[in-house]
């Protein structure tokens, strides 16, 4: 999970943060677990704010540039993320707060991956209008940690995924495996 907060956190580095606005609200059952965690990451960057990182950013960096196309566009990015010292430290119900804002026709699921074994759980939601991508939710649970992050705006995946491998962001394969 902490993957998911530095990937942000990386794109977000020339950034402060400042305004609520977003499609996707984090509901005040939410917000309440920070009083209750060990550690808490709270980022609010709404649209103007990303643009004035996006001065910060080089375009003649290629890599800077990359960074700089992705969030072109972007009207905020959102992470909450709460680590707990005991599991048992949020509930079902506070997850369910976040899921069910995310709701057919608007968004869509297209990843969940649930643990039974070590319990951790992640969805994935994308809200589509007209054929592209104009939202992404992640929610990922775990015994003692639960992450919330929400882009709002038009997202590239190309873009987003030839990131992967760089500035500290995992490597992701998202080809899956070769045929022989």
């Given at each position: 999970?902490?993957?998911?907060?530095?990937?942000?956190?990386?794109?977000?580095?020339?950034?402060?943060?400042?305004?609520?606005?977003?499609?996707?609200?984090?509901?005040?059952?939410?917000?309440?677990?920070?009083?209750?965690?060990?550690?808490?990451?709270?980022?609010?960057?709404?649209?103007?704010?990303?643009?004035?990182?996006?001065?910060?950013?080089?375009?003649?960096?290629?890599?800077?540039?990359?960074?700089?196309?992705?969030?072109?566009?972007?009207?905020?990015?959102?992470?909450?993320?709460?680590?707990?010292?005991?599991?048992?430290?949020?509930t079902a119900g506070d997850v369910e707060s976040l899921r069910s804002q995310l709701r057919a026709p608007e968004w869509s699921r297209m990843v969940n991956v649930s643990s039974k074994k070590g319990g951790e759980n992640v969805d994935?939601?994308?809200?589509?209008?007209?054929?592209?991508?104009?939202?992404?939710?992640?929610?990922?649970?775990?015994?003692?940690?639960?992450?919330?992050?929400?882009?709002?705006?038009?997202?590239?995946?190309?873009?987003?995924?030839?990131?992967?491998?760089?500035?500290?962001?995992?490597?992701?394969?998202?080809?899956?495996?070769?045929?022989?």
């Amino acid at each position: 999970m902490k993957a998911i907060v530095v990937i942000f956190m990386l794109i977000l580095l020339p950034a402060g943060a400042s305004a609520r606005a977003q499609d996707v609200k984090i509901p005040v059952n939410v917000e309440r677990l920070a009083a209750k965690a060990v550690e808490t990451v709270n980022v609010t960057v709404d649209g103007p704010m990303l643009q004035l990182a996006g001065k910060f950013l080089s375009s003649s960096d290629p890599d800077q540039k990359q960074i700089k196309t992705l969030i072109d566009g972007l009207k905020g990015i959102y992470v909450r993320s709460f680590e707990f010292a005991n599991e048992g430290e949020y509930t079902a119900g506070d997850v369910e707060s976040l899921r069910s804002q995310l709701r057919a026709p608007e968004w869509s699921r297209m990843v969940n991956v649930s643990s039974k074994k070590g319990g951790e759980n992640v969805d994935v939601f994308f809200r589509m209008i007209k054929d592209k991508i104009a939202g992404l939710v992640v929610i990922a649970a775990e015994p003692k940690e639960l992450t919330f992050v929400s882009i709002v705006g038009p997202i590239d995946l190309d873009q987003l995924s030839s990131l992967s491998g760089q500035f500290g962001i995992p490597k992701v394969d998202l080809k899956g495996p070769e045929k022989k």
